[in-house]
């Protein structure tokens, strides 16, 4: 098996949707998260990732669904490596109309019926073909994923700050990064406009967040890279203006985290009447 990904966007004015089809062997995701779910089917060899401080694996026929913003890696869980295809609906997608957003304790399902039905849907979505068919049988999937195996109980999701003020801080510390991801402040700066230590802001931040400052605002400028992409600039213009050193520094951090190219994702996510020719 060679390492291959293929990254597919679907909007057909009804919704907007991310898939992603691959096959690795010696690619690694770095730690990360994502802004939406994700729910990936194995279909050849075996995944492994830690998630929520378990090392999990996911094989032939099962189901990994996580949950926005929590961290988790990816990698082969053998020398075979691993085939799989995903899915990134989001929150409003996938809990459609429940008042109350469930929790997935257990991120491997064991669910045939559901497994069949995601791929054949992600299958047809890629494709191009029979769109009805495929919302249709993403609607049952999603419906039976919630009802067979979310909770509305208590969420184990990352550790977030205990009180008002912490959660004050760590909003400052995201404006300050974002307010210019091609210039970083440094630590000491970051602390300071709190008014905490730099060992108390890494803590606060990091509890907060999944991520300490650095590595959240890489995955920051990953996030932006992907809109600047999107809308038809070129990796060359991409990198510099998210705040990457060039083009190998952004192409190297962008593949670690969605498992593709800056120009495959481009490729792949542009209205074919945008594309240059």
């Known amino acids: 098996m060679t390492d291959s990904a293929t990254w597919t966007r679907v909007n057909d004015g009804c919704f907007e949707l991310d898939l992603l089809t691959a096959s690795y062997r010696r690619h690694a995701f770095t730690r990360h998260s994502h802004a939406t779910f994700a729910i990936g089917v194995v279909v050849r060899g075996e995944e492994q990732f830690h998630y929520r401080g378990e090392l999990r694996r996911a094989g032939v026929g099962s189901l990994a669904v996580l949950e926005p913003g929590e961290p988790h890696d990816g990698m082969a869980a053998t020398a075979e490596g691993w085939a799989y295809r995903v899915l990134y609906p989001s929150e409003a997608m996938l809990l459609e109309h429940r008042p109350v957003r469930p929790s997935f304790r257990e991120p491997i399902v064991h669910d045939a019926r559901s497994v069949q039905l995601l791929r054949s849907a992600h299958e047809e979505l890629t494709a191009g073909v029979d769109l009805l068919a495929a919302h249709s049988r993403l609607a049952w999937a999603f419906e039976a994923i919630v009802a067979r195996h979310g909770s509305t109980g208590a969420s184990p999701a990352p550790l977030r700050p205990s009180d008002a003020a912490a959660a004050r801080k760590v909003a400052e510390i995201r404006d300050r990064l974002m307010a210019d ?97």
């Open 181 to 277: 991801l091609r210039c970083a402040p440094s630590l000491r700066e970051l602390a300071a406009g709190v008014e905490l230590s730099p060992y108390h802001m890494l803590r606060v931040f990091r509890d907060a967040t999944g991520f300490p400052p650095h590595a959240w605002l890489v995955l920051e400028r990953v996030c932006r890279a992907r809109h600047l992409l999107a809308a038809g600039h070129t990796p060359a213009e991409v990198g510099s203006a998210v705040g990457f050193a060039d083009q190998a520094h952004l192409t190297r951090w962008f593949k670690r985290v969605t498992g593709v190219t800056p120009a495959a994702f481009r490729n792949s996510v542009q209205d074919p009447a945008r594309r240059p020719a």
